[in-house]
């Protein structure tokens, strides 16, 4: 079946600093990749959407400039929470479509936490 | 604004029986719906997608699609303890750049499946 790698599952990281999370396709060329955030005992918001070779969109209220994504490659996409702060921690999935038809699929997840 | 709402519950069933979850969505335009089940702290899993009005069935699980409700649903037979989980409730919206489908969640519904 359709498996998405993340990584990394968890990180620890000071005030400041920048964070960098890949999310992979394994055995399908993703069309499309997701960005969702999760904060405790609340549902999965949509942060950004990537296509391959062009700019990603972003929901309301997120800042592209402090998420930068770039989407490399078919199977792959790169998240980097720049300047991270405490507000910033939370868990962060991606997940990879094949088309329209096809439901989302998820990576394992990175829990940030901002120190 | 899409809005997708779900119980949040904690829903709790005996072992063994059929556990029921609900889901009503906003956009009478949607035209893919999803579950997933998530485990505490980990990223969500598809449990099912259903696309047309009616039943579709697999295995232990039933989702239900009523589209002129604006409803669909989960059904859970022969409840195990391993059920104990949120179930998210998500509803596709076509990507037209690149394919896909943009998810909006609910906020989830705790089962709890009591020995």
């Known amino acids: 079946g359709a498996v998405v790698s993340q990584h990394p599952s968890r990180v620890i990281c000071k005030s400041g600093t920048s964070v960098k999370i890949e999310c992979r396709s394994l055995?399908?060329?993703?069309?499309?990749m997701f960005w969702y955030r999760q904060f405790p005992k609340q549902s999965l918001m949509l942060m950004a959407t990537?296509?391959?070779?062009?700019?990603?969109?972003?929901e309301q209220g997120v800042e592209k400039d402090k998420f930068l994504i770039n989407h490399a490659s078919l199977t792959l996409s790169t998240l980097t929470v720049t300047s991270a702060h405490p507000e910033d921690s939370s868990f962060y999935i991606c997940s990879a479509s094949r088309g329209w038809n096809s439901p989302l699929h998820f990576g394992n997840g990175t829990r940030l936490t901002v120190t | 604004q899409k809005e997708v709402e779900q119980n949040s519950g904690p829903l709790s069933v005996p072992e063994g029986a059929i556990a029921s979850l609900n889901c009503t969505y906003s956009?009478?335009?949607?035209?893919?719906f999803f579950w997933y089940r998530q485990y505490s702290g980990k990223s969500p899993e598809l449990i099912m997608s259903?696309?047309?009005?009616g039943d579709k069935e697999d295995g232990r699980f039933t989702a239900q699609l009523n589209k002129a409700s604006q409803y669909v649903s989960l059904l859970i037979r022969d409840s195990q303890p391993s059920d104990s989980a949120t179930y998210l409730c998500?509803?596709?919206?076509?990507?037209?750049?690149?394919?896909?489908?943009?998810?909006?969640f609910g906020t989830g519904t705790q089962l709890k499946v009591e020995l």
């Open positions: 956009d009478r335009g949607s035209q893919s």
């Open positions: 259903i696309y047309s009005n």
């Open positions: 055995d399908f060329q993703a069309t499309t």
């Open positions: 990537s296509n391959e070779g062009s700019k990603a969109t972003y």
């Open positions: 998500a509803v596709g919206e076509r990507i037209l750049t690149g394919g896909g489908n943009k998810l909006t």
